[in-house]
């Protein structure tokens, strides 16, 4: 199993702590205070380093958040860095994977921890995300149309599928900021609490993903991920063969027999 703490050990923005909160829970907080959390090439290294990390460890589900003395999730990109781009060295910028795609296609599960505000960038790695938690005080918004570009993060394809077209179109081609309660009355978040409820709501969850078999994790969010990808039919037979495939692990019999006998099960995949 690979230590996540050592995979963090060299990174100046991207710091891991496993288990402080709940077992098996992996919390990965940004920590660009200077920047608010800006993803520059230094960041985005050093969050890909610690996520290469996370499918060898024993880590059942991620936290993702922003420091406490950051003051926001992620405020988007490092504009600077943007600037002195040409055509040609974005499109080699923007090649696959980048954070984004570390987080959706991370094989455990991950909880964003909107702690700030999540704008551009940060809008659209809560959108890769896989269950959204954010705090009263935060703000949401893709402004890159002010600067005379566009979301290039995935954020016109995961956003309308999330809130829809029109609202998409909304907060895409104004660049309007919206508040943590009009973004979970459009579906950007699932959940909104204050300082007292906030952590532990989020905390929660991720014990009570951690307590599930990894495997079925692991299939059950390839299952989700893929009904936005595929039509229904399509999206029905790879359910039926990811369910299919859970047969094969000594978890299905273990998960079953530990709800016979009334007790907690141990997996063997873990």
């Known amino acids: 199993m690979t230590d996540l703490a050592e995979a963090a050990a060299d990174c100046e923005t991207v710091s891991v702590s496993v288990g402080d909160r709940v077992e098996n829970v992996a919390t990965v907080e940004l920590h660009r205070p200077e920047a608010r959390n800006a993803l520059n090439a230094q960041l985005r290294s050093e969050f890909k380093q610690v996520f290469d ?130 973004a979970a009355d459009i579906g950007l978040v699932d959940e909104v609490h204050d300082d007292d409820a906030f952590d532990e709501r989020v905390y929660e969850i991720a014990a009570s993903i951690a307590e599930k078999s990894p495997a079925a994790l692991e299939l059950a969010k390839k299952a989700v991920r893929a009904s936005s990808r595929m039509d229904l039919e399509a999206g029905i037979e790879y359910e039926a063969e990811l369910f299919a495939q859970l047969f094969a692990t000594g978890d299905k019999d273990e998960g079953i027999d530990a709800f016979l006998e009334d007790r907690e099960p141990e997996w063997a995949s873990e």
């Open 53 to 182: 990390a996370i499918p060898d460890s024993d880590v059942r589900a991620v936290v993702l958040t922003g420091a406490a003395d950051t003051g926001a999730f992620v405020a988007g990109a490092d504009v600077t860095e943007l600037r002195e781009r040409d055509m040609l060295e974005q499109r080699e910028a923007s090649k696959r994977p980048r954070v984004y795609e570390y987080v959706d296609e991370c094989p455990m599960p991950v909880i964003a921890r909107i702690n700030g505000h999540a704008l551009g960038g940060g809008c659209e790695l809560i959108q890769a995300a896989d269950i959204r938690i954010a705090h009263t005080d935060a703000k949401f918004g893709q402004p890159e149309i002010n600067l005379g570009i566009m979301p290039g993060g995935g954020g016109t394809q995961r956003l309308p599928r999330l809130v829809g077209e029109g609202h998409a179109m909304r907060l895409i081609l104004t660049g309007d900021l919206i508040d943590a309660t009009e």
